[in-house]
Structures are given as C-alpha cells and as structure tokens.
C-alpha cells in the first residue's frame, strides 16, 4: 500500500486525467449517438418532465453554480445560456446535454481504481468525491432536457394550429 501522502498527489493527477478522458471519450462520439432519445438519456416517468429535480434538491436555486466546461475547448457548445430559440440550436443543445450527461457519467466509475493501491476507506472516499462532483451535473441535464422538449413541442403544436394542454 501507498502512503496517504502518496494517494493524496496521485489522486490530484489521477482524476483530473480521468474526467478528461470522460471528456475526450464523449467528445469524440458521433452526434448521432446523442440524437434522439436512447435509453441512457430517456426522461424517466419518475422525473416529472424534470420537475422532481426542483421539488426534492431546489435545482433552480444552485443550476447557477453549476461551471460550463465549454470554455476548456474549442467548438464546444455552451450551455450555460440560451440565446438562440431556433430548432435547429435547442436540438443541438439537447445533443449537447446528452453529450454532457455521458460525461458525467464516466466521471463516476474510475472511484474503483483507488482500490489496486489503498485502502478501502480511500476508495469509498473516491465515491463520494464523484458522486458529489458528478450527480449534480447528471441532475442539472435530466432537469434541463425534458423543459427544452415540451417548449419545443408546444412551439410546434402551436404552428401546426393544434393547442397543447
């Protein structure tokens, strides 16, 4: 086993290398996999069109904290603010979101490699540090997602002249 003096200048260099591999992994995926609504992206029903988000974490009264990555690479699309409603940016900000989701998710599972060289306490430390560092991410995609849906949704319903209740 390592030193804890060890483990703590590995895990400064090991998670930062990680959660850019995340990155790079889901930034070199086609936008084909982000298109549409796969499984690992579905609105689950339990979610209320991301209404849960709000009623149980107070999701509008942190989003804002949230950092956007998009300034940490070229042509990436930022998703901190929407200024352009057209359909062809909110599907590429829905493609986006799924994109951000993925990598939020591979953010999560090398916790298990503090394992193969320190205690088990360490790597369940490592768990909570991706989870806290992930989850609210995950969430803020899952909550922004179906909202981007529906007005798209009800825009087209509108100039399609059918009310949508």
């Excluded at 940016?89 to 953010?107: K, M, Y």
Aim: glycine share 4%; net charge positive.
């Amino acid at each position: 086993m390592l030193s804890d003096n060890q483990i703590i200048l590995i895990s400064f260099v090991l998670w930062p290398t990680l959660q850019f591999m995340g990155s790079f992994i889901a930034n070199r995926l086609p936008m084909s996999f982000f298109s549409g609504n796969n499984r690992i992206f579905k609105a689950r029903k339990w979610e209320m069109d991301g209404r849960f988000y709000q009623k149980y974490f107070n999701i509008k009264a942190w989003k804002e904290y949230i950092p956007d990555s998009s300034f940490l690479y070229k042509n990436i699309y930022a998703k901190k603010r929407l200024s352009d409603f057209s359909n062809d940016n909110l599907n590429l900000f829905l493609i986006e979101s799924r994109r951000a989701e993925l990598v939020h998710l591979l953010g999560i599972f090398p916790f298990w490699i503090w394992i193969t060289f320190s205690r088990l306490e360490v790597m369940l430390w490592m768990l909570l540090y991706a989870l806290v560092v992930n989850i609210p991410c995950i969430m803020l995609q899952r909550y922004n997602r179906p909202r981007i849906v529906n007005y798209i949704n009800r825009r087209e319903a509108l100039k399609n002249g059918v009310e949508n209740d």
